[in-house]
Nanobody, 123 residues
Framework: QLQFVESGGGLVQPGESLRLSCVAS????????IGWFRQAPGKEREGVSC????????NHADSVQGRFTISRDNAKNTVYLQMNSLKPEDTAVYYC????????????????WGQGTQVTVSS
């Protein structure tokens, strides 16, 4: 079963930065597009960013374009999300999973969500 472990969240003020990490604990990531997703209280999970298996192609949701950057290190089996200029509306639990690059949506049938990491942006 695919399993991800997310880390790096925390409480920050508006305008500050965080870097999230996602490690695949049970499989090798380098054959898959991996994405970051988030879920705020009372809202549905939404796609944030997705990166191709090689790392050469990336796609970000409009709401984070220019502020967030996804990257990966296949040698470390890790995907990162650099989040700059954070806003209160970025507050959510962030998860990683298999994604569809063109739409930044979960791969059909993917449901192995991890615990996620909480990001809170507040003054």
């Amino acid at each position: 079963q695919l399993q991800f472990v997310e880390s790096g969240g925390g409480l920050v003020q508006p305008g500050e930065s965080l870097r999230l990490s996602c490690v695949a604990s049970t499989f090798t990531m380098n054959r898959y597009a991996i994405g970051w997703f988030r879920q705020a209280p009372g809202k549905e999970r939404e796609g944030v960013s997705c990166i191709s298996d090689s790392g050469r192609r990336k796609n970000h949701a409009d709401s984070v374009q220019g502020r967030f950057t996804i990257s990966r290190d296949n040698a470390k089996n890790t995907v990162y999300l650099q989040m700059n200029s954070l806003k209160p509306e970025d507050t959510a639990v962030y998860y990683c999973g298999l994604c569809v690059l063109q739409t930044v949506t979960p791969t059909r049938g993917f449901g192995s969500w991890g615990q996620g990491t909480q990001v809170t942006v507040s003054s």
